[in-house]
């Protein structure tokens, strides 16, 4: 049976009229068609057995109950679980704990051009910026198992390095400096990918202030083979030039509208022979669009990322995408956001967290048409504000702030 | 929002937001009553929707741990079955994707035997039912993921058009036109398996 031939409008109110979802006047004109129509008589009474055949079939009942089994299986939720921090908190939060795992050493960029590298930063810096909101890395130089992928789920993040910064204070109270960081990282915006990651008491230095993204966008390539390089790359294919210390290892264009706030530290990880380590925290600031273009081409059987995790600020929905296939429609309009599509890989690993997995996602991602209409609106808006023609002029857009991590690949 | 009428109401005293806000609030044995307020609901309709008892158990399970998870994101604004029902449904649909081709006939096979019925009637009168369960929920497979979805959604879920829309992100247009699709691609398949059924000289 072909779509074509029964896709008439007038034949789907009488799939509404069956379950009661017409209008007045809709309803009427339909009961009207039904009294001198025998086809559309013959269609209800289909429409309404195929209902009813679905409504009649039994339900199933599990037996047993699961909240043990949920229970344990879910982190130790902190006392304060909602902190009143906003999503700079929030982010502070998370990326503290990406970066614990991830082992980086960040520089400060751009604006702190002056100032030495964190990573050999005097403790007396660490002191003086005590009583700044903080952005907090670790620098752990060890245990490639502190990689994302927890081998064992048995031990919550929370558990470990506790979901507020008591208890991280508590697990390492060697890195008093971090006290200061009491003011902020407050959220527990723990990370499904994080569970289970034994982090072995590293160093934290504070080297910054953490301004608050838009979205959150966590990217694994699928080995080793790909890194920091082939992230640069993706940035520049889509006109992000980074700005950064020239004398970074990591492919730096210059200086363009686009920044980038935070470098890793090579230095730390070329005394490893395998890079198992590799990774990149990155702040662009671009369009919506653009960044929508780039999410969206790192999709795709072929690309080199693995999984791509998209999160909106304070934990929301990032609604951003959805998921296009017009060869088969069963698997477009799937927003792809926190709330979509899982990270659980084959060997079950990582089930609870969210994200697209890209190696096996063949579908085409867009934008949402909501997303969309809001950013036709806000063209339109600075437009009008900025009282320019409404054509082949460069319009300012407006852009999105988006804190780009870069997860070493696992093998 | 889903229905929730639908359900009878649980004898705890606290409702869904209340006890959402209480395991937030750190008492983990709150989320244990959304747990056992919801597994059964949400199982039956993950069973329909992959026509697996093992997979739905396991979805069901791994829908709790991350709305757990994830409890802090959880928006007042939504139902918590709603939100919950969304997060089971991505899963089901990445896990979907990552085994394809599903097997249909095996899934059925699978569960034969296990189809819950109804207590007092006859032997034949169940073994009927359970035959004719087992064909629809064969047929119910055969259908494309997004029409299967919408037709759980409205005739397990008893959503309405608005509901359904906002679960599936999609004007109430096109869900309507989707559940017409849905129900005339269902109806075909039944034909399909009611044929195969009598062709295999059952």
């Known amino acids: 049976m072909s779509d074509a031939s029964f896709h008439d409008t007038d034949d789907e109110l009488l799939s509404a009229y069956v379950d009661g979802e017409l209008t007045d006047a809709e309803r009427a004109a339909v009961e009207q068609r039904l009294r001198d129509d025998p086809r559309a008589q013959a269609l209800v009474a289909e429409l309404r057995a195929v209902s009813e055949t679905l409504q009649a079939l039994p339900k199933f009942e599990l037996g047993t109950s699961l909240r043990e089994a949920v229970l344990r299986q879910s982190p130790i939720r902190a006392e304060r679980a909602h902190a009143e921090g906003g999503g700079t908190r929030r982010w502070a939060w998370a990326v503290l704990a990406v970066a614990a795992a991830l082992m980086l050493t960040v520089y400060l960029p751009e604006a702190n051009r002056d100032e030495q590298p964190l990573a050999q930063a005097p403790q007396k810096k660490l002191e003086a910026r005590q009583n700044e909101p903080q952005l907090i890395v670790a620098n752990e130089k060890a245990t490639p198992e502190l990689s994302l992928r927890a081998k064992s789920p048995a031990a919550p993040l929370s558990e470990t390095i506790g979901g507020t910064v008591e208890n991280i204070v508590e697990l390492k109270p060697e890195t008093d400096n971090i006290a200061s960081a009491d003011s902020f990282v407050t959220g527990t915006a723990i990370d499904g990918t994080l569970r289970g990651a034994p982090i072995q008491t590293p160093q934290i230095q504070p080297i910054g202030e953490l301004p608050a993204e838009d979205y959150l966008v966590h990217l694994t390539p699928v080995d080793r083979s790909v890194g920091t390089t082939e992230f640069d790359q993706l940035l520049a294919s889509h006109g992000i030039a980074l700005r950064g210390d020239s004398s970074n290892s990591s492919n730096r264009g210059a200086g363009e509208r686009r920044t980038d706030l935070f470098a890793v530290d090579k230095e730390a990880e070329e005394t490893k022979a395998d890079k198992p380590t590799e990774g990149e925290l990155v702040i662009v600031e671009a369009p919506l669009e653009q960044i929508q273009q780039l999410v969206a081409s790192c999709s795709g059987a072929n690309s080199p990322w693995k999984s791509l995790r998209l999160v909106g600020q304070d934990g929301a929905d990032a609604r951003l995408l959805e998921t296009k296939a017009d060869d088969s429609p069963a698997e477009a309009g799937i927003a792809v956001a926190m709330e979509s599509l899982s990270l659980s890989d084959d060997e079950g690993q990582e089930s609870h967290g969210w994200a697209l997995h890209l190696g096996r996602n063949r579908v085409a991602l867009g934008l949402l048409p909501e997303v969309e209409a809001v950013q036709r609106e806000l063209a339109g808006n600075e437009r009008q504000s900025a009282g320019e023609p409404s054509d082949n002029k460069q319009q300012p857009k407006a852009t999105i702030r988006v804190l780009f991590i870069l997860h070493p690949a696992e093998h | ?202």
Not at chain 2, 70 to 81: I, M, N, P, S
Not at chain 2, 166 to 182: D, K, Q, W
């Open chain 2, 1 to 202: 929002m889903l229905v929730s009428d639908e359900f009878p109401a649980d004898e705890s005293p606290m409702d869904d937001a209340q006890l959402v806000q209480a395991t937030l609030g750190g008492e983990r044995q709150a989320f244990g009553v959304l747990v056992e307020r919801y597994q059964d609901r949400l199982f039956n309709t993950l069973v329909r929707l992959t026509g697996s008892r093992h997979d739905a158990s396991d979805l069901v399970q791994d829908a709790f741990v991350q709305a757990m998870v994830k409890l802090d994101t959880f928006r007042g604004d939504a139902r918590f079955y709603t939100w919950l029902y969304r997060i089971a449904m991505n899963l089901s649909f990445s896990q979907h994707r990552k085994r394809r081709p599903v097997a249909s006939v095996d899934v059925a096979k699978e569960q034969a035997g296990e189809e819950p019925m109804d207590q007092g009637q006859g032997p034949e009168e169940d073994l009927l039912q359970t035959e004719r369960a087992q064909m629809v929920q064969q047929a119910l497979l055969r259908v494309g993921d997004e029409h299967r979805q919408i037709l759980v959604l409205r005739e397990m879920e008893g959503c309405s058009y608005d509901q359904i829309g906002e679960i599936l992100s999609v004007p109430v247009g096109t869900v309507r036109s989707r559940l017409f699709r849905a129900r005339l691609q269902l109806k075909e398949q039944l034909q399909i398996v009611l044929q195969d059924e009598l062709d295999q000289g059952k």
